[in-house]
């Protein structure tokens, strides 16, 4: 078992011995936030120690007394620090690791470990790093009933969570390994896993990520930014990330307050600093954070046929103007793919995860679609992802990858609906069926039962219906029937029924009961 897989599997078993009673939705934030706690603890103490070896100091910022006159002066010094380099601060007497200890001790600690919390996302006030912070732990409610119906039965609790894992190595001065980001996201996902439905609004499973950005990262090494208006707990973004040597600055937009939280925390936790990652909470439609900027790389997996208010002051927004309709009130996922398509560079990229409705309904997606073909040529390719390949939803979906400033034509269509792996209920987008789309979309060349690209001619005369059978055939003929052999069969099965019922004739005479075949011949 490699290290990655032991804590992964360590960090699992804490889950599922301490939660057992709670559905994943309502643990996933405890867990998760203690985690993210311990990590800010160890990052802490790694900043602290090192600043205390340039003055000499022989102690570690664990053994620093708050009390002690003549350790006050370091533990000021170093938090002002702190703020400046990593963003935020804490005192020796909040570490994960003292809590930890007095856990150990059967202290209650719940009305502390809430102070503690509260005093990381109150350090940040006034800083760079605030709204990265603000009600970062918002979601880890220490006196909810969930936890126990007392203060005590809640606080033993709590203890055991925080002694298990103050027990597991982070390993976080190994900075060529990112073991914890790893893990983080392996706890995440299964959490997802058994989220069901609810699963949706935070991630998007691991294949799908990887396809996505090895899509708008294609022939790049860094990007100068990214962006997803619907980043769930960023796993998508940070996926985009690790596909290139480095991300200049990491943009994503968020409605619900929980997933916002986790998003946060995933690019902490990943080791993107503060200042390289600008993470907002609000409804992108309607209100989206980041509409000045212009992204080299654009990625998202929108809620599925999701509501929007579809008001005709829309019409007037330049994002959805031109198109002349808007995306129907119960269906905004056009309102998303010109969304993204407004934030994305002239020379950049985007993918994003629809449902296979969009291409080909009718009414104003129809318009809108016609003008994005037609008008605009910006899609790219179109490529049909497998079913159930999601979590909470079996119905097929595509990618829509969209280029501005295109010399092009024509548009790809890849069939993958047959590139997967069936993992117990899910279906799963494996390496070597990620290579085949990748592969695909960047030779644009036809491949029989696979890709095709279609001319602008053809899809016009399709009347712009972008349906992945109008472009790709895979039809598979069957087999010629041999009727000669069939008639031959059919007459050697009647030769032998007629010496079976012969027998039985024969049988029946022997024991004078009357054959069901008129008797022996």
């Known amino acids: 078992m490699t290290d990655q897989q032991a804590l992964q599997s360590k960090l699992w078993a804490i889950a599922n011995e301490l939660w057992g009673k709670m559905s994943p939705d309502e643990y996933r934030n405890y867990v998760l936030g203690f985690i993210f706690y311990k990590y800010l603890s160890e990052k802490a103490v790694s900043f602290a120690n090192i600043l205390l070896a340039d003055e000499g100091m022989d102690l570690t910022y664990n053994e620093l007394d708050e009390t002690n006159p003549e350790h006050k002066p370091y533990i000021d010094a170093i938090k002002a620090n702190a703020i400046d380099e990593v963003g935020y601060a804490l005192s020796p ?40 912070f603000a009600n970062l732990f918002s979601e880890v409610d220490l006196n ?119 998003a946060r925390m995933n690019m902490i936790l990943h080791d993107v600093h503060f200042a390289k990652f600008d993470i907002r909470q609000e409804d992108t439609l309607v209100r989206p954070q980041h509409l000045d900027k ?121 069939d993958a609906s047959g590139n997967f792996e069936k993992q117990k209920t899910q279906n799963v987008l494996l390496p070597a069926h990620i290579d085949a789309i990748v592969d695909a979309y960047a030779g644009r060349e036809n491949v029989a039962k696979f890709a095709h690209a279609a001319s602008l001619a053809d899809i016009r005369a399709n009347d712009f219906n972008l349906n992945i059978p109008r472009y790709v055939d895979t039809f598979e003929a069957e087999a010629a029937i041999d009727l000669d052999a069939v008639a031959r069969a059919l007459a050697e099965i009647r030769v032998a029924s007629g010496e079976t019922e012969k027998q039985i004739g024969r049988f029946c005479d022997e024991l004078g009961i009357v054959s069901p075949f008129g008797g022996a011949k």
């Open 294 to 414: 212009r992204f080299e790389a654009v990625v998202a997996n929108p809620p599925f046929s999701a509501n929007w208010s579809a008001d005709a002051l829309f019409l007037q927004d330049e994002r959805f103007a031109a198109a002349g309709k808007l995306a129907p009130k119960t269906k905004a996922d056009m309102a998303f793919v010109q969304h993204m398509l407004y934030q994305l560079d002239d020379h950049g990229t985007m993918a994003v995860v629809l449902p296979h409705g969009v291409l080909f309904r009718g009414s104003s997606e129809g318009t809108i679609r016609q003008y994005l073909i037609e008008k605009l040529n910006v899609i790219d390719a179109v490529i049909g992802l497998p079913a159930n390949i999601f979590y909470g939803t079996s119905i097929p979906t595509c990618v829509l990858v969209l280029k501005k400033n295109r010399d092009r034509d024509d548009v790809l269509f890849i």
């Open 144 to 262: 909810s009933t969930k936890l126990g119906n007392t203060a005590d039965d809640r606080n033993k609790l709590i203890n055991k969570v925080l002694i298990h894992l103050d027990e597991i190595d982070f390993d976080l001065s190994n900075s060529e390994s990112d073991v914890l980001g790893d893990a983080y996201e392996y706890m995440i996902a299964k959490f997802a896993a058994g989220a069901g439905k609810k699963a949706g609004e935070f991630y998007t499973p691991q294949g799908v990520s990887t396809l996505l950005a090895r899509l708008v990262t294609l022939g790049k090494t860094r990007l100068r930014s990214v962006y997803d208006p619907t980043c769930g707990s960023g796993s998508l973004l940070l996926r985009v990330k690790r596909q290139v040597q480095d991300v200049d600055m990491i943009c994503g937009q968020e409605s619900n307050h929980t997933s916002y939280n986790l």
């Open 93 to 132: 007497n909040q570490l994960f690791h003292r809590m930890a200890t007095r856990a150990k001790a059967g202290d209650f600690i719940l009305d502390d470990l809430a102070n503690n919390l509260r005093a990381i996302e109150q350090s940040t006030l006034g800083t760079d790093s605030a709204d990265d």
